[in-house]
Nanobody, 121 residues
Framework: QVQLVESGGGLVQPGGSLRLSCAAS????????MGWYRQAPGKQRESVAT???????NYADSVKGRFTISRDNAKNTLYLQMNSLKPEDTAVYYC???????????????WGQGTQVTVSS
């Protein structure tokens, strides 16, 4: 129903920046919230930043002041601007979108395939 594709990951030095993008496609859904999650080796997936369709944001304490989540509704794209990157930010980053399906009356919870972010000198 909803397809999400992340891009923008890569290798960056500590203190550097990356901008992740998540393009959404499909139809018949109404977005409630979007977010970025990450999973580091040996750890559980954790929430990094979320944003509602009306712009309410929430950030993990570890990324506050460094990461910014935003969306472009016209382009159906979610972004994560990551600045002042640290080695501990190294993880696979996943895009998430949650919402409702008005026609069938149910909800959905979709995930992208993930994009690798590696912070190393």
């Amino acid at each position: 129903q909803v397809q999400l594709v992340e891009s923008g990951g890569g290798l960056v030095q500590p203190g550097g920046s990356l901008r992740l993008s998540c393009a959404a496609s499909g139809g018949g859904f109404s977005i409630v919230s979007m977010g970025w999650y990450r999973q580091a080796p040996g750890k559980q997936r954790e929430s990094v930043a979320t944003i509602t369709i009306r712009g309410i944001t929430n950030y993990a304490d570890s990324v506050k002041g460094r990461f910014t989540i935003s969306r472009d509704n016209a382009k159906n794209t979610l972004y994560l601007q990551m600045n002042s990157l640290k080695p501990e930010d190294t993880a696979v980053y996943y895009c998430n979108q949650r919402g409702v399906l008005p026609t069938v009356g149910g909800g959905y919870d979709s995930w992208g395939q993930g994009t690798q972010v590696t912070v190393s000198s």
